[in-house]
């Protein structure tokens, strides 16, 4: 079937090391997003591509930055980790990001900073 | 700016019908209406989406007011596998890339 993977789903740092989040999408879709869940909350985007174009949120912290080498992967790093960013991190695909069209999300990665 | 009202949870017995609300009385002519729902440790999980007539598929149907300031996702006989928390979502044709979420509803089934 097709769908969007994240991998890992669990991943443990330390306060300050970098981490990078990874998701692939075997949906061929345009448009990919990263998006920031905290407990008991709504998710939150940080940023998305639609194909190469990169378009980040006015409130996405500095230390988050994404890559998207090609239309089927696409990273998020968070460069310096502190312990407010633990959370889910969820990776969506749609196809050309138009507002009559579904997001298809992955099953996230869960954060937690050491 | 727009945003949308649900009850912070519901329950239900399994097997009955389920009718979620849904309060966003500033949306846009032009916002779509969408819903989603959260199952533990799962990613979101698209159910339906309107603009301003009812919908129906497989997994809902959406009833929009005539004046497009609330709706109700209905779940025609619930089961356990439906307990999860449903986002009811302001898709703004604006802003094509960003979906206006609610705080979600956690939908209790009692067996």
């Known amino acids: 079937d097709a769908m969007v993977i994240q991998n890992p789903r669990y991943q443990v740092t330390q306060f300050g090391k970098p981490v990078t989040l990874s998701c692939s999408q075997t949906?061929?879709?345009?448009?990919m997003y990263w998006y920031q869940q905290k407990s008991s909350q709504a998710p939150k985007l940080l940023f998305h591509y639609y194909d190469k174009d990169f378009n980040n949120e006015a409130d996405t912290p500095d230390n988050f930055q994404s890559r998207r080498p090609n239309t089927s992967f696409c990273f998020l790093d968070i460069r310096s980790p502190g312990l407010g960013d633990a959370a889910m991190y969820l990776c969506?695909?749609?196809?050309?990001?138009?507002?009559?069209?579904?997001?298809?999300f992955g099953d996230g990665t869960r954060l937690s900073i050491l | 700016d727009a945003k949308t009202t649900q009850p912070n949870s519901m329950e239900s017995n399994e097997e009955e019908p389920v009718h979620l609300p849904c309060n966003h009385s500033?949306?846009?002519?032009?916002?779509?209406i969408h819903w989603y729902r959260q199952l533990p440790s799962q990613g979101p999980e698209y159910v339906i989406h309107g603009l301003t007539s009812n919908v129906n598929n497989r997994m809902a149907s959406l009833a929009i007011a005539e004046d497009r300031k609330s709706s109700t996702l209905i779940l025609h006989r619930a089961t356990l596998r439906d307990a999860a928390v449903y986002y009811c979502i302001l898709f703004q044709a604006v802003s094509n890339y960003q979906l206006i979420w609610g705080a979600g509803t956690k939908l209790i089934i009692k067996p």
């Open positions: 500033t949306i846009s002519g032009t916002d779509y």
């Open positions: 969506a695909t749609s196809r050309s990001g138009k507002s009559n069209q579904p997001q298809h």
């Open positions: 949906l061929n879709h345009n448009v």
